[in-house]
């Protein structure tokens, strides 16, 4: 949002002549809340550490609720490494401004799309910023988006504790539930449970713990294999008193697909890591329909 200037219209409420900063700042409040009044639900997919899959998730969990037929919008609040428009199929693209607002890309029906790489000129280009900028970008994807009326806004956390999910979730306000990806390793554990004391912290319901790349079976003879062991999610979940929202194993098309811009439950529907991730898409509906309905 650019500063009122002496003599042109406030470019938070249109009027002429100088805003003083309290005024600007009710104008912007203004305008996030008249963007906040058309999302009706939002969910953030986190995770403790980073290499879990968790981008991964967050792709396929919203690209799960936009075949049911929901409006979605998924942010991309990973400044430094933002990965959802390479994994769409969209990272050649570059966001529109209009009068009204900047245009979300659109990745399917009822899918659009906001992230830092649609606004890099080169995708080497690295972020280079200290909070109060992330800060100001997050809540600019927010209240100058035009993301029209939508069931579901889906956010894709850095991983960890900082400042993206301290500013996601002051400006959401009301954040209806975190997902949480880990793997089965201790490691990845540790972190995760990091990520369900933070969401209890901010008063964020835990929707649930994911426990991704769990077990691979052998193409070859069929055996599974648990190359990152197995049932750590779970148990940690069982731990914490939260939902386990269940295990998505290992399949190489995942990253194949992830690469070429095809997301997996689209690209595999019938494939046993696909009904995994939509039947946590369908807990995750479940679960925040019913916390409206209370």
């Given amino acids: 949002m650019s500063d009122c200037a002496e003599g042109a219209s406030c470019s938070s409420c249109g009027n002429a002549g100088t805003c003083s900063a309290e005024e600007k700042q009710k104008h912007e409040e203004a305008q996030l ?147 949480i990806v880990t793997t089965p390793q201790d490691v990845a554990l540790l972190d995760s449970r990091k990520s369900v004391v933070f969401s209890g912290q901010l008063k964020i319901p835990v929707i649930g713990i994911i426990e991704n790349m769990s077990g691979l079976v052998c193409p070859h003879c069929g055996k599974e294999i648990d190359l990152f062991k197995k049932g750590g999610g779970e148990l940690a979940a069982k731990e914490l008193n939260v939902p386990f929202l269940g295990r998505v194993p290992i399949d190489p098309e995942i990253v194949v697909n992830g690469d070429a811009g095809k997301p997996y439950v689209l690209a595999f529907p019938e494939s046993q890591a696909a009904m995994s991730l939509k039947d946590i898409a369908d807990k995750c509906f479940t679960f925040v329909e019913k916390k409206s309905k209370a």
Wanted: aromatic letters at 4%; charged letters at 20%.
């Fill in 33 to 179: 809340q008249a963007r906040l009044d058309h999302i009706k639900h939002h969910i953030v997919v986190m995770s403790g550490k980073g290499g879990v899959g968790k981008s991964t998730v967050a792709v396929n969990l919203a690209v799960s609720l936009a075949q049911r037929g929901l409006k979605v919008g998924l942010l991309d609040a990973d400044i430094h490494g933002p990965n959802l428009p390479k994994m769409l199929g969209l990272d050649h693209s570059r966001l529109q401004a209009t009068e009204g607002g900047i245009v979300p890309m659109e990745f399917i029906p009822g899918l659009s799309v906001v992230s830092m790489a649609f606004l890099l000129e080169h995708a080497d280009n690295p972020v280079v910023w200290r909070g109060p900028l992330k800060h100001t970008v997050i809540r600019q994807f927010v209240a100058d988006v035009q993301w029209g009326d939508l069931d579901y806004l889906v956010v894709d956390l850095p991983p960890g504790t900082g400042d993206e999910p301290l500013s996601v979730a002051q400006v959401l306000k009301s954040v209806d539930g975190s997902v």
